[in-house]
């Protein structure tokens, strides 16, 4: 099985989320950039977040909330559709 690369939330400032899953395994990045997925871990160790996706005017951005401590994090995210009206 491949290793799987892991950023940490506090080292992932200013990443561009092209896409994102989330598994038994933790919650999966696709990143602009990076030619595989990673997972994203939090300063607690766990990578299980709660993820929001929030659409304002023009852009659109990923929030996540550590199921372990709270630790909160949010990204810009890139090439997602906006919902349907
Ligand atoms: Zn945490």
């Given amino acids: 099985m491949a290793t799987i690369r892991e950023v940490r939330i506090d080292a992932a400032h200013g990443i561009v ?28 160790g766990r990578s299980h977040w709660i993820v929001r996706e929030q659409f304002s005017l023009g852009s659109a951005s990923l929030i996540l909330i550590c199921h372990a401590c709270g630790t909160r994090g949010s990204f810009v995210m890139e090439g997602v559709t906006l919902p349907a009206p």
Avoid: K
Wanted: aromatic share 8%; charged share 30%; hydrophobic share 35%.
């Fill in 17 to 44: 989320v092209q896409g994102w899953r989330s598994t038994e395994d933790g919650l999966f990045l696709r990143v602009r950039g990076q030619p595989e997925e990673v997972r994203l871990v939090c300063v607690c």
